[in-house]
């Protein structure tokens, strides 16, 4: 059977920029700052369109969940190769109050609407670093899910998963439909060629509120205070192995 894909491709400041937080410590500064598609939702889209690249799939639908210009992370997705995107428009003002538990619920929402397979996200977004989406969409749905992929392969019904774990790599299968979050060494994504990138502006987006689809947004919690990490102290130079031993104790290392 041929698959729908749903495609989670969130809009994430670039991995490059360096992150400065903002003068009230409530968040971190976004205007003015360049964003891009997070790096792991790249990964999860080159290989939704590589399964249609094999027969595998049969569309590939790029989801976003954000403010307008969120629209611009799905026209690189459909630059990739994704056949349409769905743009869920949340408030820029509420874009950083937006929890792992709405947007579970909204792909949850958006695959009994469009009938998808299969769900593929990154395994976690570079700014909240939660890595729980993949999960919370899978028991929503009650299907089978298969986190940290380096590998994907279908066989009659069911995908063969390489999972990255701790201890090295772990092969499973699961049942389809099913969950799959992508991990660092799954693909190399590809670069959007001027062509793809224009072809993509003609591709349609289909536009709808988080409401439209009877999803509450309301924050479950509230962020108190967020602080840069503690500047790292310079290191020093020792002459020999007795004054290293002796520095150590002087500091309570030892």
Avoid at 21 to 44: C, Q, Y
Wanted: proline fraction near 4%.
């Amino acid at each position: 059977m041929s698959l729908r894909v749903l495609v989670g491709v969130k809009r994430v400041i670039d991995y490059a920029v360096k992150i400065r937080v903002r003068p009230d410590k409530l968040g971190v500064v976004t205007d003015g700052v360049k964003h891009s598609m997070n790096p792991f939702d790249e990964i999860a889209i080159e290989e939704a369109v590589r399964l249609k690249e094999k027969k595998i799939a049969k569309e590939v639908v790029a989801v976003s969940c954000g403010p307008t210009q969120a629209q611009e992370t799905i026209r690189t997705a459909l630059a990739m190769g994704a056949d349409r995107g769905i743009h869920v428009e949340i408030p820029a003002k509420e874009v950083e109050k937006l929890e792992p538990l709405h947007v579970a619920k909204i792909m949850a929402k958006l695959v009994e609407q469009e009938k998808a397979d299969l769900v593929v996200l990154g395994k976690q977004a570079i700014d909240d670093d939660s890595n729980a989406t993949a999960q919370m969409t899978a028991s929503i749905l009650d299907w089978p899910q298969a986190t940290f992929a380096s590998k994907i392969e279908k066989t009659d019904g069911e995908l063969q998963v390489t999972r990255e774990v701790d201890g090295g790599l772990e092969t499973i299968k699961v049942k389809l439909p099913a969950v799959v979050s992508a991990d660092l060494r799954l693909n190399e994504p590809r670069y959007a060629t001027l062509p793809n990138i224009m072809k993509a502006k003609k591709k349609k987006i289909a536009k709808m509120k988080a409401a439209d689809l009877g999803v509450d947004t309301t924050s479950h919690f509230e962020v108190l205070e967020v602080a840069d990490p503690p500047v790292r102290e310079a290191g020093i130079k020792v002459e020999d192995v007795d004054t290293l031993i002796t520095k150590l104790k002087e500091t309570g290392r030892i």
